[in-house]
């Protein structure tokens, strides 16, 4: 049996889902089959409203949304949510774009945003790759500068020498415990 699922998401306090509700209910999406997400447009901010989705929809099901956006917060993270749907044969309606890809039409639509991102992301590694031989042909380093001086990486080698903690000594440079470790090891090389 296949069932309709809704999802619906905002980015900020000062939004809400009504709308989103609203015109998922007059797709015919019930209220208890409808996932949410709230204050989800940041980075690192969770969504398990769409985790949640994920995990109950089941092949041959549909999944609705009111916008295209509402699956993610870039064209490529976007672009993974319906490639995975579309691996898994959960079919998606997005409202606003009429994107069904139970249509030929809306499986061309998807396939054609999936290649999109899949460019998007062979351009963005051709360009790190041409930086990083430009900063080679000009031999700059690839790298942080050194956090401390010779000298101090001295001073900190003849100290840690003296049996100093570690611990401590990375505290007492400003530095973390495995740069420290880091400058130790080049002493011994």
Do not use: W
Not at 18 to 39: H, W
Request: net charge positive; glycine share 8%.
């Amino acid at each position: 049996m296949t069932t309709i699922l809704g999802y619906a998401r905002v980015s900020t306090a000062g939004q809400d889902l009504d709308g989103q509700l609203a015109a998922l209910a007059a797709q015919g999406v019930e209220c208890g089959r409808i996932f949410t997400d709230k204050l989800s447009g940041a980075v690192n901010t969770d969504r398990p409203g769409l985790v949640a989705l994920l995990h109950y929809a089941r092949e041959g099901d549909t999944v609705v949304v009111a916008a295209i956006d509402r699956l993610g917060r870039s064209v490529a993270e976007v672009t993974r949510t319906i490639a995975d749907l579309g691996e898994r044969r959960i079919l998606l309606r997005a409202l606003r774009e009429g994107i069904d890809t139970g249509t030929p039409t809306g499986r061309a639509v998807a396939a054609i945003m999936a290649t999109l991102a899949e460019l998007e992301l062979e351009l963005g590694r051709e360009r790190r790759a041409a930086s990083r031989e430009s900063r080679r042909s000009r031999s700059l380093p690839a790298t942080k500068p050194s956090k401390l001086s010779a000298d101090r990486q001295e001073q900190l080698r003849r100290l840690a020498a003296t049996g100093e903690p570690v611990a401590e000594l990375a505290a007492a440079f400003g530095i973390g415990r495995a740069t420290a470790y880091r400058y130790l090891a080049a002493s011994r090389e």
